[in-house]
């Protein structure tokens, strides 16, 4: 896949502070290298200081569920990082359970809350 690096500065710029920092500390292992100076760029321009990245990463380590090969498993209806899996099913036009499948859930999510 072709790196676009504009697609992902103006990314950036619209996205809140908290997502920039999950991006560069929880998904950290799953992105290209240009996309997280260009990341962390905004994070400085937003007045995020290297020991506030720090600390988020931190904060994140114990709580985030990791696949395994090693990345961050991502949330099933969000797209912030997990915290829990559980089972439930796959319906079909909302209607008809179809099989049983394996969610995650973020923080928000678990709690029955949108993000």
């Known amino acids: 896949m072709h790196f676009d690096a504009d697609r992902v500065r103006q990314n950036a710029r619209v996205a809140d502070t908290d997502d920039l920092l999950d991006r560069v500390t929880v998904y950290r292992e799953g992105m290209e290298p240009e996309a997280l100076d260009l990341i962390e760029e905004e994070l ?4 995020v200081t290297p020991a506030q990245i720090a600390a988020h990463a931190r904060q994140r380590q114990g709580q985030v569920l990791r696949l395994p090969d090693g990345t961050a498993a991502v949330c099933s209806f969000c797209r912030r990082p997990a915290v829990a ?3 439930g099913w796959h319906w079909l036009l909302g209607l008809l359970p179809i099989f049983p499948r394996r969610f995650f859930y973020c923080l928000a999510c678990r709690r029955g809350r949108s993000p």
């Open 44 to 47: 400085r321009a937003r007045g």
């Open 85 to 87: 899996e559980g089972w």
